[in-house]
């Protein structure tokens, strides 16, 4: 009683004229219903421009609009004329709340302006059905219990029969969940008892963080109805929606898994890029770890785990993370690439890898599983040699005597083509009239140089895929007897770190590798200039190499 009485005396002096202020505040209006607007005036008379503050306003009103007018006056008193000159700052207010409400003195340079009660009653019921015929609200939530951070569906709609404008409600503000939009705006026509109505519709995904009661305010919205013009004017409109009390339940004691992860589907799977031919130590593999859920967020996604093996080595890329919105809600989808570069001969294992997750539609836990897989890793084959000899194998009684003619064919071609090659030896010898030991020389067969000028260039372009290539090449040229470049890493140390850099510069994706070509360009230079060690045979002299 105490405070109606306090309130009714703050009223009274707002009514009351304060002609001799230099600064006044008034009202168009002390009493409205919860969706009406006033418009309150700050009169600054004389004060330099000085603007006021709004901000103390913001407790129990929200700004909709603001704006600010400059005037004169002239009066004549006692036959002496004075001017003045004044300065109308309107504002525009709606209520956040019913009952009893205060303007409070605002600051306009040293000056203040004097407080104003308000008085907000409840729209009548008479009113709001007149309402509800122009313009009504429904909303809907999917569930009435939910897991903590999993996904809520929240549904607004707003049902109009004439032209409206206004602004839609945003998305809700909520201190202890996530709020993402699903559908920003969904417009159709539909009839309710008989009568056709449009429809704006709004779609929520809401997370919440917390356990415990999850209360979603009442939308509300404020407009004017008809299109305006000369000869038609504009009503106030507004609606009001009911509210939405969630139950939030905490994560559940039979949960085993290591991280909470609550979906209405889950599921996990690979795929294999691999050579079509059997694999060798040495050959490069890809293996493609998708993980999918429905109903949740990208962030609740684990990071997934791969075991190191001592018979390959692993280069793991940084996952893809996306998040998709669909009528179920949010996907998340992860994906990530493994490199895996066998070392070792023998059966290569990739493990199962087990992601526990909660069923939020069975609510149960499941257990997504991704099958291992062992793969057969076979030793990398020697150099085959260039030009074979004629095949001593008889044919086989069930040969036709086509295939064995083709066969004489091939052999006298080859035996022709051996002596040419020696007429063309012995005619350029004669020709040049070189020495004996030069002719022994040119007779030994030479290590075809070229290969090593390619491997040159393709370190030199910075191509770590075709120096891999060219790579291998030079090893089976130069030490046939090495089964991979890891045995041959293992002989030759300085090898170990420019080779293992150019393995990651091709496996691994993302930012660029400096995988210390150069390094590698001399090394590889200096190895091939080695004696006949592990059965590479000994380069020529600089000027017994033709073409160079």
């Known amino acids: ?83 003045r000159s004044y300065i109308d700052y309107q504002v525009t207010l709606r209520p956040k709340r019913q009952g009893n409400l205060l303007i409070p003195a605002l600051s306009v340079g040293t000056e203040r302006t004097n407080p104003i009660g308000v ?6 019921q008479a009113v709001r059905n007149q309402m509800q015929q ?12 939910v897991y903590v951070q999993a996904q809520l569906l929240y549904t607004v709609r707003l049902y109009y029969a004439d032209s409206i404008s206004g602004d839609f409600p945003t998305a809700p503000e909520l201190p202890n969940a996530m709020v993402e939009i699903i559908e920003n705006e969904k417009r159709f026509e539909t009839v309710v008892n008989n009568r056709r109505y449009y429809v704006l ?37 507004n609606a009001v929606s009911s509210g939405h009390t969630i139950t939030v339940l905490p994560v559940p004691s039979s949960f085993q898994g290591k991280r909470w992860l609550p979906a209405q589907s889950l599921t996990i799977e690979a795929v294999l890029n691999r050579p079509d031919t059997p694999l060798v130590v040495g050959d490069p593999i890809n293996r493609v770890v998708t993980l999918k859920g429905t109903g949740v967020t990208a962030a609740l996604l684990p990071e997934l785990n791969f075991d190191d093996t001592n018979l390959a080595r692993l280069y793991i890329d940084q996952p893809v993370v996306e998040e998709l919105a669909s009528n179920q809600g949010l996907a998340a989808e992860s994906v990530v690439t493994i490199g895996i570069v066998p070392t070792t001969a023998g059966t290569l294992a990739l493990p199962e890898i087990e992601v526990y997750w909660w069923n939020t539609e069975d609510r149960r836990q499941e257990v997504a599983v991704l099958p291992g897989v062992n793969l057969a890793i ?48 012995i005619t350029l010898t004669l020709w040049f009239k070189k020495p004996a030991k030069a002719k022994v020389g040119l007779a030994r067969p030479t290590p075809p140089r070229f290969e090593l000028g390619r491997l040159t260039q393709a370190i030199k372009r910075g191509d770590p895929q075709k120096t891999y290539s060219e790579l291998q090449q030079w090893r089976r ?11 041959l890493v293992k002989d030759y140390p300085e090898l170990e770190t420019p080779y293992r850099a150019l393995e990651a510069a091709i496996y691994q994706t993302g930012e660029a590798v400096d995988w210390r070509g150069n390094d590698l360009l001399a090394i590889i230079t200096k190895l091939s200039g080695l004696p006949q060690v592990l059965g590479a045979p000994r380069p020529l002299p600089e000027s017994l190499n033709p073409g160079l």
């Open 477 to 487: 040229h130069y030490f046939p007897k090495a089964s991979a470049m890891a045995s």
């Open 1 to 83: 009683m105490r405070r109606f009485h306090a309130m009714l005396l703050v009223w009274l002096l707002s009514i009351s004229p304060l002609s001799h202020a230099a600064v006044t505040a008034t009202v168009d209006q002390n009493q409205i219903s919860e969706f009406d607007v006033l418009t309150l005036t700050i009169r600054v008379t004389d004060q330099g421009g000085t603007e006021p503050d709004f901000r103390a306003l913001e407790t129990d009103f929200t700004v909709i609009n603001q704006q600010s007018q400059q005037n004169s006056s002239i009066s004549l008193i006692n036959g002496r004329q004075t001017s």
């Open 378 to 425: 076979g030793a990398a084959p020697l150099a085959t040699p260039t030009l074979s000899p004629p095949s001593a194998t008889l044919p086989r009684k069930d040969d036709n005597a086509e295939i064995l003619m083709l066969r004489q064919q091939l052999q006298w071609a080859l035996w022709a083509a051996v002596i040419l090659l020696a007429v063309w030896l």
């Open 134 to 145: 122009i313009l009504f609200f429904e909303t809907l939530v999917d569930r009435d219990e």
């Open 119 to 124: 008085r907000v009653n409840a729209q009548s």
């Open 201 to 237: 519709e709004k779609r929520y995904a809401i997370f919440p963080q917390q356990s415990g009661p999850l209360a979603l305010a009442p939308e509300s919205f404020v407009g004017t109805r008809g299109r305006g013009g000369l000869f038609s004017s504009r009503e106030r409109v």
